[in-house]
């Protein structure tokens, strides 16, 4: 158990919805990342933030969006979904000053 | 990031040791080797990092060559349950804010009962 949440763990939406995932960082950690794993694209960076703000971005599309509350905790929200959007998401953080990152268990999401 | 190479897959029998390259042939002075793996659909696993000092923690030992060209990661005595994907990442250190990963395809690693 690496001590990030990520909830739900499942989801099934129709193309043109729009979702909300939900990542919990371990405890003091004030970074959060988002990761897309689909079958044809392996992992792929997303967002970062820290401590609230947004640090980097990688291949996050325009219909994607991230936030980090006060609290830390961290949600993607995914919308105009489409059949290609069909991954498992996942988020992960690190403590300050290391370069480790703690993955939580993903969220599989499924667009029919 | 320097780039890294790592064979598409290998076999160990359980028991044994398993020993994983990685080359990083562009790799610069400021930046360390990192291991991960993921074991089928669940999230990346820290594994172990260094930066040119051989290194040893309670999953494994990395082995760094003295140019920092190549490293291997070595699983001393395999079992079924470290049947995963296994990423070598390069990245430099970084103070505050850590970086992203940038994941390549791994080495897919069979534990043979």
């Known amino acids: 158990d690496s001590g990030v949440t990520q909830t739900p763990k499942h989801l099934i939406t129709a193309t043109g919805q729009r979702v909300t995932l939900r990542c919990s960082p371990r405890?003091?950690?004030?970074?959060v990342y988002w990761y897309q794993q689909s079958l044809d694209q392996g992992l792929q960076f997303l967002i970062q933030?820290?401590?609230?703000?947004?640090?980097a971005k990688g291949n996050i599309l325009e219909r994607f969006s991230a936030q980090q509350f006060p609290d830390l905790h961290s949600e993607l929200n995914l919308s105009s979904l489409e059949l290609g959007d069909s991954a498992l998401y996942f988020c992960a953080s690190s403590p300050q000053g290391r370069n480790e990152q703690f993955f939580g268990p993903g969220t599989r999401l499924t667009v029919l | 990031d320097a780039k890294t190479t790592q064979p598409p897959s290998m076999d160990c029998a359980e028991g044994r040791a398993a020993n994983l390259p990685c080359n990083h042939s562009?790799?610069?002075?400021?930046?360390?080797v990192y291991w991960y793996r993921q074991i089928h659909s669940q999230g990346p696993q820290y594994i172990i990092h260094g930066l040119k000092n051989n290194e040893t923690n309670e999953m494994a030992s990395l082995i760094i060559t003295e140019d920092r060209k190549s490293s291997t990661l070595i699983l001393p005595h395999a079992t079924l349950r470290d049947t995963a994907v296994y990423y070598c990442?390069?990245?430099?250190?970084?103070?505050?804010?850590?970086?992203?990963?940038?994941f390549g395809s791994g080495t897919q690693l069979t534990v043979l009962p």
């Open positions: 933030y820290y401590n609230g703000e947004e640090r």
């Open positions: 562009t790799i610069s002075g400021n930046e360390y």
């Open positions: 405890s003091g950690d004030l970074s």
């Open positions: 990442i390069v990245r430099p250190s970084s103070s505050g804010s850590a970086r992203q990963l940038t």
